[in-house]
């Protein structure tokens, strides 16, 4: 199983910032040995899966919401894309993304 980032999720994670790229890094090598984490999202074209998944803010990193396709056409190992990285706006927070 391979699991990316892809060139708009890594953009978004570095201008959040705060750690969000090194949280989505750990994440996307947490998917290469369960691809199915999180939450199923939806179906995209074919075989593709869409799932959404949240990671919890620490004092390394802010609360994220990263969406993610899992294509794994037989007898292919599958690829991960990991395609949208956002952070959590929570009651009362400021501006920002």
Known sequence: ??????????ARCQAIGGGALEATELLRAELEKNPELGRRAG???GG?????????????????TVT?????PPPEPG??????????RLAGG????
Do not use: C, N, Q, W
Request: glycine letters at 6%.
């Open 1 to 10: 199983m391979v699991a990316e980032i892809t060139h708009e999720a890594r």
């Open 43 to 45: 179906s995209a074209v």
């Open 48 to 64: 593709m899966k869409i799932y959404t998944t949240r990671l919890e803010g620490t004092e390394s990193h802010p609360t994220l």
């Open 68 to 72: 993610y396709v899992y294509d794994a």
């Open 79 to 88: 690829l991960i894309r990991i395609a949208l990285v956002s952070p959590v």
């Open 94 to 97: 400021g501006p920002g993304f």
